[in-house]
């Protein structure tokens, strides 16, 4: 069991917006940056949000990232079949004193 | 291109060390932290622990007895090592690079370890 809580699924047809939730506490994503990553079938996770909302060169801007509080947000805008993909958000817990990384949540484009 | 590869045994035996390397190619590893992460098959993921190129480590506290992650500048190589292995550590082994505020920015195309008799 994570510290940071995703939902096992989430699901949308072409061009919809979808957006995967990720609830943490106050000794990691309330106290950190968080970062998500995407894993396309058979290959190493990509950094796809860091610091909270910011995209490294080369991703899309359909990708977007947000945190309030405890929580944090991906949101996928105009979706595409080549999104299909598991998400994973992550945040340093200061309690534990470790990278701490979602179950990940199985993105389905319809 | 900053380009990561781990190599290493695909196979080993219980109760033995796993020993693994991540080759840097592109850039050096002085400046960077360094972590070893792995995801068992059809898992998620899970951070094993990070070393800065000064030296100074941390690991995760459930393996923190069992993993030492060390760098060779002369080769611009980042290890692994995890003693006393079981069937659990069977698990896709990726390197990741990190600055300090930028977490996990390049991975390796990571290796399966199976840990079987």
């Known amino acids: 069991q994570s510290v940071l809580t995703q939902p096992p699924s989430a699901s949308g047809t072409p061009g919809q917006r979808v957006t995967i939730s990720c609830s943490g506490s106050?000794?990691?994503?309330?106290?950190?940056?968080v970062y998500w990553y995407q894993q396309l079938p058979g290959t190493a996770p990509k950094l796809l949000i860091y610091m909270n909302n910011q995209r490294p060169s080369g991703v899309p801007d359909r990708f977007s990232g947000s945190k309030s509080g405890t929580s944090a947000s991906l949101a996928i805008s105009g979706l595409r079949s080549e999104d299909e993909a598991d998400y994973y958000c992550a945040a340093w817990d200061g309690s534990l004193s470790a990278r701490v990384f979602g179950e990940g949540t199985k993105l389905t484009v319809l | 291109q900053v380009q990561l590869q781990e190599s290493g045994p695909g196979l080993v035996k219980p109760s033995e060390t796993l020993s693994l390397t991540c080759s840097v190619s592109g850039g050096s590893i002085s400046g960077y932290y360094w972590s070893w992460i792995r995801q068992p098959p059809g898992k998620g993921l899970e951070w094993l622990g990070y070393l800065y190129y000064t030296g100074y480590a941390e690991y995760s506290p459930s393996l923190k007895t069992r993993v030492t992650i060390s760098t060779d500048t002369s080769k611009n190589q980042v290890s692994l090592k995890l003693t006393s292995v079981t069937a659990a550590d069977t698990a896709i082994y990726y390197c990741a690079r990190s600055t300090r505020d930028i977490v996990f920015d390049y991975w390796g195309p990571g290796i399966l370890v199976t840990v079987s008799s």
């Open positions: 106050s000794s990691n994503i309330g106290n950190d940056y």
